[in-house]
Nanobody, 126 residues
Framework: QVQLVESGGGLVQAGGSLRLSCAASGRTFRTYHMGWFRQAPGKEREFVSAIHGSASSVYYADSVKDRFTISRDNAKNTVYLQMNSLKPEDTAVYYC???????????????????WGQGTQVTVSS
């Protein structure tokens, strides 16, 4: 059973930065596709970013492109989300998600991910 633990959330002013981390259990992290999603109060959980197991491809929602950067360290079983130029509308609970390698992976579809972390709150004040 894979477990995911997020960290790095907090309160930041608009224009500031945060880096989220997600540590995964398991011995074959490099075979896991990883995603970040977020959910604001009263809204659906939405795609933020994703990275292929080999890190060969990365994906971003239009709303965060050029501000957020996803990366992974397979030696540490960890995926990161560097968030810069944060806006109040980025306020949400951020979740990391995992899917074991699949050639049919669709990175922005949350139902593609069977494993989820507990979430970490990000609050951006104006």
């Amino acid at each position: 059973q894979v477990q995911l633990v997020e960290s790095g959330g907090g309160l930041v002013q608009a224009g500031g930065s945060l880096r989220l981390s997600c540590a995964a259990s398991g011995r074959t992290f490099r075979t896991y596709h990883m995603g970040w999603f977020r959910q604001a109060p009263g809204k659906e959980r939405e795609f933020v970013s994703a990275i292929h197991g080999s890190a060969s491809s990365v994906y971003y929602a239009d709303s965060v492109k050029d501000r957020f950067t996803i990366s992974r360290d397979n030696a540490k079983n960890t995926v990161y989300l560097q968030m810069n130029s944060l806006k109040p509308e980025d306020t949400a609970v951020y979740y990391c998600a995992l899917r074991v390698y699949s050639s049919s992976w669709i990175p922005y579809v949350k139902d593609q991910y069977p494993y989820w972390g507990q979430g970490t709150q990000v609050t951006v004040s104006s």
